[in-house]
T-cell receptor
Framework: QKEVEQNSGPLSVPEGAIASLNCTYS??????FFWYRQYSGKSPELIMS????GDKEDGRFTAQLNKASQYVSLLIRDSQPSDSATYLC???????????FGTGTRLKVLA | DTAVSQTPKYLVTQMGNDKSIKCEQN?????MYWYKQDSKKFLKIMFS???????INETVPNRFSPKSPDKAHLNLHINSLELGDSAVYFC???????????FGDGTRLSIL
């Protein structure tokens, strides 16, 4: 089992819809979770960090964390074509503080 | 001011050559990282230094040697380059513990 799993996509949503991106992780002791956005040919850019169970909102983005289910998600409301990118989930493993990235989900927002 | 800068942006070279990539951060972070992103876009950690000390050394061929002269710099030297080394190499820096990382723009390495 991979340490951090994401559906590779592409996930296609129409402009204005809600895009839902999911990530599961295997290390039950993990405490820190991040979502990065990576445009083609560019570097990963931090969008959200979340450390506690529940929802965390920042503008059109909402991160959701459920440690019991080992699941973290990112919702993008009112999706725009400019949101089209690969979204990477990252988890810091317990003990070693090592960042583990998922393989990313490619999102396409259709105008 | 660029927070994490790495040079060069592109590196095209032949098999068997030796090359270096440099990275500098001005964020005051203690920890710096090297990642490799392959053609399938999987981002894999290679090395991590905390205040000039190596703390993460993943299963990477010993042709790859990181060097950290001070906590603001982390360079990557690669000996005897192979075709499979073609990838984008990202430098990143982060605070200690559970803080997020910030990435440089990447170095696209192409081996002919």
């Amino acid at each position: 089992q991979k340490e951090v799993e994401q559906n590779s996509g592409p996930l296609s949503v129409p402009e204005g819809a809600i895009a839902s991106l999911n990530c599961t992780y295997s290390d039950r002791g993990s405490q820190s979770f991040f979502w990065y956005r990576q445009y083609s040919g560019k570097s990963p850019e931090l969008i959200m960090s979340i450390y506690s169970n529940g929802d965390k909102e920042d503008g059109r983005f909402t991160a959701q964390l459920n440690k019991a289910s080992q699941y973290v998600s990112l919702l993008i409301r009112d999706s725009q074509p400019s949101d089209s990118a690969t979204y990477l989930c990252a988890v810091i493993t317990s003990g070693t503080y090592k960042y583990i990235f998922g393989t990313g989900t490619r999102l396409k927002v259709l105008a | 001011d660029t927070a994490v800068s790495q040079t060069p942006k592109y590196l095209v070279t032949q098999m068997g050559n030796d090359k270096s990539i440099k990275c500098e951060q001005n964020l005051g972070h203690d920890t710096m990282y090297w990642y490799k992103q392959d053609s399938k876009k999987f981002l894999k950690i290679m090395f991590s230094y905390n205040n000039k000390e190596l703390i993460i050394n993943e299963t990477v061929p010993n042709r790859f040697s990181p060097k950290s002269p001070d906590k603001a710099h982390l360079n990557l030297h690669i000996n005897s380059l192979e075709l499979g080394d073609s990838a984008v190499y990202f430098c990143a820096s982060g605070g200690t513990g559970n803080q997020p990382q910030h990435f440089g723009d990447g170095t696209r390495l192409s081996i002919l």
